[in-house]
């Protein structure tokens, strides 16, 4: 049965790991964390599938997630783990659902590890003619793995770098694109709203595939409530990152996809081969820019890659000290779950070595596997919040420092908003194989999940 002791320090499985992470570190991690791979690399086949009406659709997934961050924030900053949301589902659900949570993201970390592996050592390729991409890949993989093997605030470093570079790069991609629309950028004449007349080319089908694509690029942001637990003040980080993330969703996400389809034509072959923010900086016809976005996106791959290999081995640790999991991958040694940080570089640079062995078959199937498993996430974050909101009300009132908005009304309102994603999904042809294969990966882990509680429960 979940814990019912609200009262009682947090637990013990984050003892053993350091808190070498600053306040600036998870400041930009958490700033980093919102500018991710998905919004660089993925939002151009959402433009092509939505045109201007992805600007609604980055708007209302967006919303979606403050709400999700919102509730999630409230729990740890109550309870600071580094299982995060899979610690949560235990305390307020039981054993089966922390397990689920957990193995499930941790497989989705691992594989998104691989791909953005890929992402990077094809940009780097593409100015290296000749040097193969395995080689390039193998290099970031060992260069992460030995990052995360030290101290973590050398993760805390290397994310405060390329989270600053990645702010940076996206604040003048702003201040350009605003200066281009209001015609006062030299050389460039305003296109006012003349990209924007069609505002949903394709219909309601076509807002429907922009929106399924902006909800998974938002991916990535539960990866500062992991990080605040080996910070030197949980409690006062989570809060800090979670008030803010409301401007910071509208102003990198929202904010980018406005200026760029008022730029670049929705229809733009450019959108969907260069990129959307490379298209864009083209059509300014800033001498070197585009080329210097690709830098930009490939500082993003690598900061993704950085940052999913240490939420992978932070997941699986608290899964083990929980019970969860092999013992072997909850040993620490110098505040770092090395064996982790070892399995989950494994398992990344796997998936890497399964899109070049069987591209057609076993890398698409993984990839279908965790389409949806953000999904299956945000909804046990709600329960939870939902159950343990009014057990801390009652026992423990002090430990809301963070607190959900409406409760509970807003918190259902999510709940909907996800189920009308499940439905949307399971509409579209392109994302229903995903939903069906992370259903059935979910419903897998949690009869493994339950079985072994029950185990538990008699012995």
Not at 96 to 102: D, Q, S, V
Request: proline share 5%.
């Amino acid at each position: 049965m979940p814990s019912t002791n609200v009262g009682t320090p947090p637990p013990a499985d984050d003892t053993s790991l350091s808190h070498g992470l600053k306040q600036r570190h998870l400041s930009m991690i958490a700033l980093g964390g919102v500018i991710g791979a998905g919004l660089f690399v993925g939002s151009g086949a959402g433009i092509a599938a939505a045109g201007p009406s992805i600007v609604l659709a980055y708007a209302l997934s967006g919303l979606l997630v403050m709400l999700v961050m919102r509730m999630l924030g409230e729990m740890s900053a109550a309870y600071p783990s580094s299982g995060s949301f899979s610690a949560h589902a235990e305390r307020a659900i039981g054993p089966w659902a922390g397990f689920t949570a957990g193995w499930s993201f941790w497989v989705l970390l691992c594989t998104a590890v691989g791909l953005e592996g890929i992402g990077a050592a094809k940009i780097v390729s593409g100015w290296l003619p000749g040097t193969p991409e395995w080689a390039w890949v193998a290099l970031f993989m060992v260069v992460f793995c030995g990052t995360n093997l030290t101290a973590v605030k050398n993760f805390g470093e290397f994310e405060f770098w390329f989270a600053a570079l990645k702010v940076g790069a996206i604040t003048l991609f702003l201040v350009l694109g605003v200066l281009a629309i209001a015609g006062l950028l030299p050389g460039t004449d305003s296109p006012g709203a003349a990209h924007l007349t069609d505002f949903l080319p394709n219909g309601g089908e076509g807002l429907v595939v922009g929106l399924l694509a902006s909800v998974f690029a938002y991916g990535g942001l539960e990866t500062v409530t992991i990080a605040a637990a080996e910070s030197e003040d949980p409690v006062k980080g989570v809060a800090g990152a979670v008030r803010t993330a409301m401007w910071r969703i509208a102003l990198f996400y929202i904010g980018s996809m406005a200026v760029i389809v008022t730029l670049v034509p929705w229809d733009s072959a450019a959108v969907v081969e260069k990129g959307p923010y490379v298209a864009a900086l083209d059509e300014l016809g800033i001498p070197g820019a585009g080329q210097l976005m690709n830098v930009v996106v490939l500082v993003a791959l690598l900061s993704a890659m950085n940052a999913n290999v240490y939420g992978a081995s932070r997941i699986a640790y608290s899964l083990v000290e929980r019970g969860q999991g092999p013992r072997a991958l909850g040993r620490v040694s110098g505040g770092v779950p090395r064996i982790a940080v070892l399995a989950s570089s494994v398992f990344g640079f796997l998936c890497v070595l399964l899109s070049y062995w069987r591209p057609d078959d076993v890398f698409s199937w993984l990839l279908n596997m965790i389409g949806a498993v953000i999904l299956v996430v945000w909804i046990l974050i709600a329960v939870s919040q939902l159950r343990l909101r009014r057990r801390l009300e009652r026992e423990a009132p002090e430990r809301l420092a963070v607190r959900m908005w409406a409760f509970p009304w807003l918190t259902w309102v999510a709940l909907a908003g996800m189920a009308a994603v499940f439905v949307l999904m399971a509409r579209e042809p392109g994302t229903r194989v995903q939903l069906y294969s992370t259903g059935g990966m979910a419903l897998f882990l949690a009869a493994v999940g339950y079985a072994r509680q029950r185990a538990r429960a008699r012995a």
